[in-house]
T-cell receptor
């Protein structure tokens, strides 16, 4: 069956450290993958998109990698800040452009 | 420019009652999605529109859920009758028409509680 797995447990890190979140998938062959941030009571907000032919994408303190052999994406936040505390969702393209399937998300807590 | 607008923000209804949610997407966004998000889970796609056409409604429980997108702009999602298990946040999102990929812009969602 098709599955998208993200760390179900919250990730707690100290301010200034690098946070690394994992997204693993099975029985998908996504043409691209996206990462979103979601704060309590709000809708998800787009952060980054990476395509199957790209290994790495960066935006400011954010970095995403995409390994289609391992069927895994890693999302990194460097020099993390308490304001980065939120739930981070990965989403895969599935069966056509603009069709996104989301993982359950990982809650990140950055402590001062 | 205004983002995706949803109303109402919150709705509490008794089971077996009908309920409707409204969504106004970003101007020019031909693709519109309705997602349902249960507590601690990611958004689950219910239906996707390209203009007026529902191109993917395979996850929509059609016995009680219906959706429409008149004139390819605003959309409504209806549940009739509601069940306790329908309690969730209903999210609307929109994106640009693209032959490849594009980010989805989400509204704040409607939190439905069925009692």
């Amino acid at each position: 069956s098709q599955k998208i797995e993200q760390n179900s447990e919250a990730l707690n890190i100290q301010e200034g450290k690098t946070a690394t979140l994992t997204c693993n998938y099975t029985n998908y062959s996504p043409a691209y993958l996206q990462w979103y941030r979601q704060d309590p009571g709000r809708g998800p907000v787009f952060l980054l998109l990476i395509r199957e032919n790209e290994k790495e994408k960066r935006k400011e303190r954010l970095k995403v990698t995409f390994d289609t052999t391992l069927k895994q994406s890693l999302f990194h936040i460097t020099a993390s800040q308490p304001a980065d505390s939120a739930t981070y969702l990965c989403a895969l393209e599935s069966g056509g452009y603009n069709k996104l399937i989301f993982g359950a998300g990982t809650r990140l807590a950055v402590h001062p | 420019e205004a983002g995706v607008v949803q109303s109402p923000r919150y709705k509490i209804i008794e089971k077996k009652q009908p309920v409707a949610f409204w969504c106004n997407p970003i101007s020019g966004h031909n693709t519109l999605y309705w997602y349902r998000q249960n507590l601690g889970q990611g958004p689950e796609l219910l239906i996707r529109y390209e203009n007026e056409e529902a191109v993917d409604d395979s996850q929509l429980p059609k016995d009680r859920f219906s959706a429409e997108r008149l004139k390819g702009v605003d959309s409504t999602l209806k549940i009739q009758p509601a069940e306790l298990g329908d309690s969730a946040v209903y999210l609307c999102a929109s994106s640009l028409p693209s032959p490849t990929a594009d980010e989805a812009f989400f509204g704040q969602g409607t939190r439905l509680t069925v009692v």
